[in-house]
């Protein structure tokens, strides 16, 4: 099983993901990567820029979307935060804080035991299908700490891209 921490950050708060470790943008970033160069995004200029728009292509969910952050995590969103064709709910949304923008939605299945987020999708390319990320199980204890103890911080704690992977 992974390891779910939640955390909030800014003035207005968005709320966050890491899975075991790493930014839940990171799992996203490296998800998308083969798709984005099939594309050849106007984006993506040079190596750097390239890497700096994979990774940032997603922010945090706004606290004002979720209503209760606990019960929108464990799947029971609200309607209009649902993809409703695959059962899914957004995780994150875009930077510019319209999270509709450029949404990233996963199936979000909760048990007695566990909590299972799978099936991740970008809506707005339906033709990418289903991410190749997760799916991630995390003990649903270890779950509802997790999301009951979120720590705030007053800027993005995603600053610095991570190291390429070799």
């Known amino acids: 099983m992974q ?15 890491r899975v075991d470790g790493s930014d839940l943008r990171v799992h996203a970033a490296d998800a998308t990567r083969p ?29 004002s979307d979720l209503g209760d952050p606990a019960l929108h995590f464990l799947g029971g969103a609200a309607q209009d935060l649902r993809h409703e064709p695959t059962g899914s709910t957004v995780v994150l949304g875009c930077t510019c804080g319209a999270w509709e923008c450029w949404p990233l939605f996963a199936r979000i299945t909760a048990t007695p035991e566990a909590v299972t987020w799978s099936g991740f999708r970008q809506p707005h390319r339906r033709a990418w299908g289903e991410l190749a990320m997760g799916p991630f199980v995390f003990p649903r204890p270890a779950y509802e700490d997790a999301l009951a103890h979120a720590v705030h911080h007053a800027e993005d704690p995603f600053t610095a891209l991570p190291p390429p992977k070799q």
Do not use: C, N
């Open 3 to 17: 390891h779910i921490e939640f955390f909030t950050y800014g003035p207005s708060p968005l709320w966050g993901v």
């Open 35 to 63: 798709l984005w160069a099939q594309e050849k995004s106007p984006y993506e200029r040079t190596p750097d820029s390239t890497e700096e728009f994979l990774f940032h292509q997603y922010g945090g969910m706004p606290e």
